[in-house]
């Protein structure tokens, strides 16, 4: 009896070793499945970290990027403007050029015109002729010194044309501007006649309408027949 019990004894002590070693086991498993999961854990918050940096970093470079074309597409747009007020300074710059040396044509032609008729008729030429023929080519030699000192001027100036408004007599103005052609007229026997009121006064920059009348008055002489006339009128 007493093998007996102590063989019970023995099976059950086996048991309960066997059944501790089993829930060690188990404890142990569960320790390790613990430890696992807190390394994922910790795998994942680093990951999730640096996911997030990188797409903070990501979000930053697109702005800074975004930033940057729209200072490069502005630039651009500042570079075109700027191209485009070049070139119609250029074009500017060669209407002006056009139209000084379409003056200056004018006044030379009365110089070499009269300057040939004293230099061949001179002895034959009475002295009221010869001294006119003299104020002539005065009038003409002093407007071509204007028109180069106003090219002069306006080159200095970077190529701009800056208006300087004074009230004028018109009819004063309008003698003063087309006495240099009066040369040219007379070669063609062409009379100018100034219908101005001489109480008329306006506002106006005298380069920029000098050369305007200047234009106009050479073009009038030029496709005017002879003998004909040039009325001016306001």
């Known amino acids: 009896k007493d093998k007996s019990d102590d063989l019970r004894k023995q099976k059950h002590i086996v048991k309960l070793e066997k059944k501790n070693k ?15 999961l807190v390394v994922i854990s910790i795998l994942l918050a680093i990951l999730s970290v640096s996911v997030a940096c990188a797409i903070r970093s990501k979000i930053k470079n697109n702005r800074d990027l975004k930033i940057h074309n729209e200072n490069i ?4 747009e500042q570079l075109k403007q700027s191209m485009n007020e070049l070139k119609e300074a250029n074009l500017q710059k060669d209407k002006f050029i056009s139209i000084i040396a379409h003056d200056l044509r004018n006044p030379f032609n009365v110089i070499i015109g009269f300057s040939n008729m004293l230099q061949e008729d001179y002895y034959s030429l009475d002295e009221d ?14 407007l071509t010194f204007n ?9 200095r100036s970077s190529g701009q044309i800056h208006l ?19 040369g040219n007229a007379e ?48």
């Open 147 to 155: 028109l180069l000192s106003d090219l002069l001027l306006w080159a």
């Open 129 to 142: 002729t010869r001294k006119e023929y003299i104020d002539r080519i005065s009038i003409s030699s002093q």
């Open 73 to 76: 597409n502005k630039k651009t």
């Open 22 to 36: 089993n829930q060690k086991s188990l404890i142990i498993k569960q320790d390790e499945q613990k430890s696992f």
């Open 187 to 234: 070669i063609k026997d062409i009379s100018i006649k100034n219908n101005i009121e001489k109480d008329v006064s306006i506002t106006i920059d005298n380069f920029t309408m000098s050369t305007i009348i200047a234009n106009i008055v050479s073009n009038a002489i030029k496709f005017t027949h002879k003998k004909g006339k040039i009325a001016i009128t306001y």
């Open 164 to 182: 300087n408004y004074e009230s004028q007599n018109l009819y004063k103005f309008i003698k003063k501007s087309t006495n240099p052609y009066l």
